[in-house]
């Protein structure tokens, strides 16, 4: 049995522009609709929901019946929590609040068996298909893609270190936290806000690292696009739920839908 093929590791280095979701209410169900409605990407978010480990392998499950990827966004940089959800199958984790090139370099070394790492080995696991596939652990790391958080100014300040880590695929913006390590919590909307967002995409472009960003709405994403950012989320399951409920129930009742508030997973 063959490895898995990561479409999402090699649309990334092949620049190719991918839009996504994120996945808030750890339902299979949404995750395979969302799937199937024609995303690139689909984050499991195990950072700011309650996903544990048995729960994102049946959100794998129904993701890779779709023609999505799944982007796994685990809770920490902890090498423990990366050797389960490895092991459970996903391909594609997304380390948040990483600070500085040591941070990533050790965010790589967990998802890299050794010599090149520290992931434990496990004879039969999920992502073995369960011992299935010949030589996995000195194929594994092809197909595993490692995207790093900056969320903070300094952090910010420390992308050219960051991005020349080896085995770092790609960059990932959180404009919520950068906004409010600049002192404007809520508003990303905020010019200074804007022009860092900016500023990252022209950097991470210029280092030669794809980026990713989340925007709440189609508008913001294209601003985004615009700045240069090659792989974009909009909104989430809950949020496009929830925003058109508002809607249909604003027209029902003769009022606008609730504005403010945020629309993203940020």
């Not at 796994?72 to 391909?91: E, H, S, Y």
């Not at 900016?198 to 989340?214: F, Q, S, W």
């Not at 949020?239 to 809607?247: D, V």
Request: glycine share 10%.
């Amino acid at each position: 049995m063959d490895l898995p093929h990561n479409a999402f590791k090699h649309a990334l280095a092949e620049r190719r522009m991918q839009i996504g979701t994120w996945l808030m209410s750890a339902a299979p169900s949404t995750a395979e609709a969302l799937g199937c409605a024609g995303f690139d990407f689909l984050v499991v978010d195990m950072e700011h929901v309650p996903i544990d480990v048995p729960q994102a392998i049946g959100i794998l499950r129904t993701v890779a019946g779709t023609p999505a990827s799944a982007v796994t966004r685990i809770p920490w940089n902890d090498p423990v929590t990366v050797k389960r959800v490895l092991d459970a199958g996903a391909q594609t984790l997304m380390f948040p609040f990483v600070q500085d090139e040591h941070e990533a370099a050790r965010a790589v070394a967990s998802t890299r068996y050794p010599p090149d790492g520290i992931r434990g080995v496990a004879g039969l696991q999920r992502a073995s298909r369960y011992g299935n596939v010949a030589n996995y652990a000195k194929l594994a790391a092809t197909q595993i893609c490692v995207v790093v958080q900056i969320e903070t100014l300094s952090a910010l300040e420390r992308l050219p270190a960051i991005a020349s880590v080896p085995g770092v695929d790609a960059i990932f913006v959180g404009p919520g936290d950068l906004s409010a390590s600049m002192g404007h919590l809520g508003d990303i909307g905020h010019a200074d806000v804007q022009a860092k967002l900016a500023h990252a995409a022209a950097e991470t472009k210029r280092l030669g690292k794809p980026c990713g960003i989340v925007g709440g709405n189609p508008d913001m994403v294209r601003r985004f696009l615009g700045y240069g950012y090659t792989w974009v989320a909009v909104g989430s399951d809950m949020s496009m739920m929830t925003g058109r409920a508002q809607e249909w129930l604003g027209a029902l009742r003769g009022a606008t839908a609730p504005s403010g508030g945020a629309s993203g997973p940020y």
